[in-house]
């Protein structure tokens, strides 16, 4: 389904379900020691845990708009939100700039994991079968970058791409 969407004559329809910070700052909980091995789970409490704005990483990482200075090894992420209903239509997928390995839960499913580094935002399909993770009302999104040499950056984000209605006439 995808790869069809972008076949008709005009793109896809994009809309920021959970926006990334490339815009505007979005708030996240987050840590740089090790948590529990449940810390990806809803239900799981980081009242300990820092609050800062996104993205997280160190200045001059190549395509990176850095809000917390992140220059560790790890970062673990946390962020809340809500939806009114699962979207009817289209697909959901991850918006996500990293540098280095990344891993995104969403509701304590592994939704994403991603090696290497990107130099910019790209928008990505879920892992197959990870969309029932996705739920009407409270939500969490959860990630985990790992920094091994260079620069570093982590941003996530979730994004709801549509088709465009048919054009009107012949």
């Known amino acids: 389904r995808q790869r069809q969407m972008c076949i008709r004559d005009r793109p896809p329809i994009v809309t920021p379900l959970v926006p990334t910070s490339r815009n505007e700052p979005q708030t996240?909980?987050?840590t740089t020691d090790a948590p529990d091995t449940d810390w990806?789970?809803?239900?799981?409490?980081?009242g300990a845990w820092q609050t800062g704005p996104g993205g997280f990483g160190t200045?001059?990482?190549?395509?990176?708009?850095?809000?917390?200075?992140w220059n560790t090894s790890d970062i673990w992420l946390r962020r809340s939100f809500?939806?009114?209903?699962?979207?009817?239509?289209?697909?959901?997928?991850?918006?996500?700039h990293h540098d280095e390995?990344?891993?995104?839960?969403?509701?304590g499913k592994l939704v994403g994991s991603f090696k290497g580094y990107q130099s910019g935002y790209r928008?990505?399909?879920?892992?197959?079968?990870?969309?029932?993770?996705?739920r009407a009302g409270a939500n969490?999104?959860?990630?985990r970058c790992r920094q091994t040499r260079g620069g570093q950056y982590i941003d996530v984000g979730l994004t709801l791409l549509k088709e465009p209605e048919p054009s009107e006439g012949p």
């Not at 200045?59 to 200075?69: I, L, Q, R």
């Not at 809500?82 to 996500?96: N, S, T, Y």
Request: aromatic residues 6%; hydrophobic residues 40%.
């Open 40 to 46: 990806m789970q809803p239900e799981f409490d980081a």
């Open 101 to 107: 390995d990344a891993e995104v839960y969403l509701n």
């Open 140 to 143: 969490t999104l959860a990630v």
């Open 123 to 134: 928008v990505l399909p879920l892992n197959p079968g990870t969309l029932d993770a996705l």
């Open 28 to 30: 996240w909980q987050y």
């Open 59 to 69: 200045e001059g990482t190549p395509g990176a708009k850095v809000s917390t200075e």
């Open 82 to 96: 809500d939806l009114e209903g699962v979207p009817a239509e289209g697909e959901v997928q991850l918006e996500i």
